[in-house]
């Protein structure tokens, strides 16, 4: 990664990372993730670490850390650029975790609480910004694919064998 960081490459990380709505993040532990997130005054900022909300356990993100964050495009999902970061974790209360928290609110679909949830946030929960620090990185060549994080969550089972045969025989009636 280049150490520098010329106008391009900020407007670059900023217009990219506004427009997708998942980035991934490689902290200090563990692989990559891939978070939602929203870009606020300079910065990725993130809320996890508590119920309902998205995994930010071990991925090593301590304030003052470094990040790795890749952005994919919004239309392909292909990778776009990946950029370096410093994790800031603003206490809860003050002016700029309101500010984080309010710009997250905003985005967060479904939450139950959705008129209360930054005071569960403030309670439960890390809310976490990500500041650009540094260049970009050269695309890799390879894929750089991993593998999911375990979880509870299943896909469909197989279909049943019969099931081709009903469908066939319902379109054969129209």
Do not use: F, Y
Not at 28 to 39: D, S
Not at 106 to 122: I, M, S, Y
Request: proline fraction near 9%; glycine fraction near 12%; aromatic fraction near 4%.
């Amino acid at each position: 990664m280049t150490q520098t960081q010329g106008p391009l490459e900020r407007a670059l990380i900023e217009e990219a990372t506004k427009k997708s709505g998942l980035i991934w993040v490689r902290g200090t532990e563990g692989t990559p993730r891939a978070l939602w997130h929203v870009w606020h005054d300079g910065a990725v900022c993130l809320v996890g670490d508590g119920p309902g909300e998205q995994p930010l356990a071990g991925l090593g993100l301590a304030d003052g850390g470094p990040a790795e964050v890749t952005v994919r495009s919004k239309d392909k999902g292909g990778r776009l650029v990946t950029w370096t970061a410093t994790v800031t974790e603003p206490a809860p209360g003050t002016e700029e975790w309101r500010a984080a928290a309010g710009e997250l609110k905003g985005k967060r679909l479904n939450a139950p609480d959705a008129e209360t949830v930054t005071d569960r946030w403030a309670r439960e929960c890390r809310v976490l910004r990500l500041v650009p620090a540094g260049g970009t990185a050269a695309l890799p060549d390879g894929s750089l694919a991993a593998v999911p994080v375990p979880t509870p969550a299943t896909t469909r089972r197989p279909a049943p064998a019969a099931l081709p045969k009903l469908l066939a025989r319902r379109r054969g009636r129209g």
